[in-house]
């Protein structure tokens, strides 16, 4: 089956980098399609991660699914330059290795804390606190001489009061779930890889920086996986339809549809449909997971993603009063 998916996604691909290249118009509803897949296999992936964990360790996991994901853009890669014509070497520069080597280390640790969250907390939770990240980029902005309006400021503490509904049991105030937390730092690391990929994609190709940071952060995996793990063949093969699914679907066909889907999109819509992952992971859980969040979690769901959607809607008024 993830086979099949690839070949059905390559062909639109093909012609959706074809349209870029001959200025074809903006198709809202082709983006608006595109992005809804890019969050729903995204929230979905989070199921393949927590099926895989049953079968098989975090590192021996995420290693293989990076990997996967490295070598589907391959073939993207390859296909983007043939027909745009451009030289694939102008891409694949030194200034780029590096750029992929520490957008790859970032990306290490940031997708190993979220798969060893997943030993001690569920797929649902873990897809909301992961969501924090829309929270920490601004704030580690500043470091970067960046104004940070009030409403955001207001929309981080919404934030934290949904995760505190979200994570801490009022019967045990001060006890916080490993994997919970894990999630958290995992949130704050992918914060540090938005920003980099913000200031790095404007001079080399998004889909070679992607392929070279899967790369980077698979092969570093994989070596720990042989570290402080004891890898079993058998065992990995009984997890191939999670890892297929995580490495071809999630870290491949979406991000590719991302790419393709903001070309088509305003920016206000493009991150409200991106934000959906979190929702989408939570209905895909209930329905092949079984898993049920408690009425205080749902409300602490509520309550963070009410926060997500404030904060993109005033930062994308602030970005369009700015270029007014």
Known sequence: MPIKCIIDYILPLCYNLKAMKTGENKNSIKGVALLLTTALIWGSSFVAQSLGMEKIEAFTFNGIRTLIGGFALIPVILVKSRITKAPLKASLNKDAIKRGLLLGLVFFAASNLQQFAFIDSTSGKIAFITSLYMFFVPLLGL????????????CVVLGFIGLYFLCIRPDQPTAINRGDFLAFLCSFFFAIHILLVER????????????????????????????FESPDIDAILSATQPLLYSGLMSCGVAYTFQIIGQKYTEATLASLLMCMESVFAVITAAIILGERMSAREAIGCIIMFAAIIISQISGARKSKSSQT
Not at 146 to 154: E, I, S
Not at 208 to 226: A, E
């Open 143 to 154: 470091f970067l001489g960046k104004r940070v309006p009030l409403l955001t400021w207001l």
């Open 200 to 227: 790095f994609s404007v001079k080399t190709d998004g889909t070679v920086l992607s392929c070279l940071q899967f790369f980077v952060s698979g092969t570093i995996s994989v070596i720990c996986m042989f570290i």
